[in-house]
């Protein structure tokens, strides 16, 4: 079975013991529904077929219980904490409540997300300071109160979910959600920088055209379009991006920190010009 058809319905990753022993907080991991895997599921629940006892830190309780029970049915050890990520004492509840349910915090997945369009002539106040909060200044905090656990424990990894939105101009004009993004790439190589001391590994991933929960409304001929223009020609899955995470968090990746690594099918190697014939498949 391919990992483009592992789905709730359709099987499971395989099990292994790549985090083994360590617990691992992962952001906006609840259910969104079977139409697109969400990245911060397939995350949960590859991280505890992995070993790891995950929290799903999520604001809806209804969706993060179907990753939860998912991952119990199957063996694993999971449990829910609502967060706001927007809010700092929610940040604090989340990490205190990692130790204390599993006596250390190992891993942070900072995934949870939202969206922010418009060019900078739109400029609204509101809607810059809702991307912002919850894109970056969400994970800021995530990591202000992870960052002392971990090291008291000996180190740990982070993992942030970008995007190639942050990297460079993309097809839709969200140049809140771009800035933001941008911004996680920037804390990545600051913190990998300020925390290796204390054995904290930093890293970034920034997926591309990933068909998720974001891409859920998507039309079948966007989704296309997508698909055609990345060089490998395939569209990408939660699961993909869940993966490079799993590779981030495990001591296979003890020597990486403060890194971007895009999840994009090549795309970003690639200029304009270089894939626009794909586009005539």
């Not at 895997?37 to 995950?54: D, H, S, W």
């Not at 079948?220 to 993909?240: C, F």
């Not at 999840?263 to 005539?280: C, E, F, K, Q, S």
Request: with cysteine; net charge negative; hydrophobic share 45%.
């Amino acid at each position: 079975m391919s990992q483009n058809e592992l789905t709730v319905s359709g099987g499971l990753p395989p099990q292994g013991d790549r985090l083994e022993g360590k617990a691992a907080i992962v952001t906006g991991a609840g259910s969104r529904g079977r139409a697109a895997l969400g990245i911060g599921y397939a995350t949960a629940v590859l991280f505890a077929r992995q070993g790891a006892r995950v929290v799903v830190a999520d604001l809806d309780e209804e969706r993060a219980e179907v990753t939860v029970k998912f991952i119990k049915e199957h063996g694993g050890e999971a449990s829910f904490v609502s967060a706001d990520i927007a809010e700092e004492a929610d940040c604090r509840e989340l990490a205190e409540a990692c130790v204390s349910r599993y006596g250390s915090l190992d891993i942070l997945v900072n995934n949870a997300g939202g969206i922010g369009g418009g060019k900078v002539t739109d400029y609204e106040e509101a809607l810059w300071n809702v991307a912002l909060d919850v894109n970056l200044r969400g994970p800021v905090m995530a990591c202000k109160y992870a960052v002392p656990h971990m090291a008291a424990g000996g180190g740990g990894s982070i993992v942030h979910i970008s995007s190639i939105d942050g990297l460079l101009a993309g097809a839709y004009i969200n140049v809140p959600y771009s800035v933001a993004k941008g911004g996680l790439a920037t804390l990545t190589r600051l913190m990998a920088v300020h925390h290796g001391r204390e054995g904290i590994r930093v890293n970034c991933l920034a997926p591309g055209h990933v068909h998720a929960s974001f891409t859920a409304g998507f039309q079948e001929e966007e989704r296309e379009r997508r698909r055609k223009i990345g060089p490998l020609g395939t569209e990408g899955t939660a699961w993909d991006v869940a993966y490079a995470a799993l590779y981030f968090a495990s001591d296979e990746a003890r020597w990486i920190s403060g890194i971007v690594m895009p999840v994009d099918g090549g795309l970003l190697a690639a200029t304009p010009l270089a894939v626009m014939g794909n586009l005539g498949e």
